[in-house]
Nanobody, 116 residues
Framework: QVRLVESGGGLVQAGGSLRLSCAASGRIFSVYTMGWSRQAPGKEREFVAAINWSDGNTYYADPVKGRFTISRDNAQNTVYLQMNSLKPEDTAVYYC?????????WGQGTQVTVSS
C-alpha cells in the first residue's frame, strides 16, 4: 500500500503564492510519475501538473502554465507544486497522485482558497 500526505494549502490573496508538498510512503518500488489534480466546488477533478520520475520531464494544464512549477525530490519520494500569481479561479481542493508501477494512488487533498 502507498500513502500520500499533502501539506501547504491555505488562504491567500489573489496574486500571492503557495507551495504544496506531497510525501509518498509505503510499498514504493518504482515511481513512474507524480502529479497534482484539483477539484473546485461543483466541478470535476482536473489535471494540473505532473512530473516524470525518471527524467524529470514536466507537464502542465494550460490554465497554470507559466504560474505553477512542479518539482521532485527522488530520495524523499516527495513532489512539490509552487503556485505563483494565484487567481480566484485556482480555488479548489488539490490532490496529489502517484503512479507506482502502473497503480495510481491519491492523497486526501488540501484546500487552496484564493480571495479576490
Amino acid at each position: 500500500q502507498v500513502r500520500l500526505v499533502e501539506s501547504g494549502g491555505g488562504l491567500v490573496q489573489a496574486g500571492g503564492s503557495l507551495r504544496l508538498s506531497c510525501a509518498a510512503s509505503g510499498r514504493i518500488f518504482s515511481v513512474y510519475t507524480m502529479g497534482w489534480s484539483r477539484q473546485a466546488p461543483g466541478k470535476e477533478r482536473e489535471f494540473v501538473a505532473a512530473i516524470n520520475w525518471s527524467d524529470g520531464n514536466t507537464y502542465y494544464a494550460d490554465p497554470v502554465k507559466g504560474r505553477f512549477t512542479i518539482s521532485r525530490d527522488n530520495a524523499q519520494n516527495t513532489v512539490y507544486l509552487q503556485m505563483n500569481s494565484l487567481k480566484p479561479e485556482d480555488t479548489a481542493v488539490y490532490y496529489c497522485n502517484i503512479d507506482e508501477r502502473g497503480s495510481k494512488y491519491w492523497g486526501q487533498g488540501t484546500q487552496v482558497t484564493v480571495s479576490s
